[in-house]
């Protein structure tokens, strides 16, 4: 059907244009959607990098916390050797104290026992609970080594002496020639019962 208006166009009826035009409201809802995507992308990514700065905040703290932990750690082990060592050293001598004989009165019969021509240069006790002599032996008429030999037999021989210990070794002998000399190093253990 045909409808004809004959007013004039002042007085005319004028359609009413829609609110909103349907193609500008779908782009501008396109834009925002757009716009709502790309802002919700952006605060991704920030969240994802501000978790991972965190993150690495927090790893870099535990590692310095390791650090020193492990720098700690070390001072304990070495202060624990420390300990063991000193331990050691206690019981020698808690091991010496307990000895029913005195070392000066030890020493002075050690001193009567050696023959000319021996020369102690160092005397000390271990923890292998053993008494040390070291020394030098010079002779000129004599080999050497039967001054070493003859030193060992008098200490055994001698009862006083040699009742606080259960054995004698020879440990080292090491022999030079020096101008027409026999020069010999020894190192004898005696062994604590």
């Known amino acids: 059907m045909i409808e004809i208006n004959l007013l004039p166009e002042e007085l005319r009826k004028k359609k009413s244009e829609p609110a909103f ?3 500008i409201e779908a782009e501008k809802l396109k834009f ?3 716009g709502g995507t790309i802002g919700i992308l952006i ?4 969240a994802l990098s501000l978790g991972s700065f965190i993150r690495k905040a927090q790893i870099n703290s535990l590692l310095a916390r390791e650090k020193i932990f492990s720098d700690r750690f070390s001072r304990v082990d070495s202060i624990n050797k420390e300990i063991a060592v000193l331990k050691a050293k206690m019981a020698v001598l808690d091991q010496l104290t ?3 004989f005195l070392w000066t009165e030890k020493l002075n019969q050690l001193s009567d026992l050696i023959l000319p021509g021996i020369w102690f240069t160092h005397a000390y006790t271990d ?3 053993r008494l040390i002599i070291e020394g030098i032996v010079i002779s000129k008429s004599e080999e050497a080594m039967a001054f070493v030999g003859k030193f060992m037999k008098n200490i055994k021989d001698d009862q006083q002496f040699f009742k606080d210990f259960k054995n004698i070794r020879l440990e080292s002998v090491q022999r030079e020639n020096k101008e027409e000399r026999d020069v010999v190093n020894f190192k004898i253990s005696l062994y604590f019962l």
């Open 98 to 100: 307990k000895r029913k």
């Open 127 to 129: 923890s292998e609970s």
């Open 21 to 23: 035009n349907l193609s």
């Open 43 to 46: 605060l991704i990514v920030i």
């Open 32 to 34: 925002l959607a757009i």
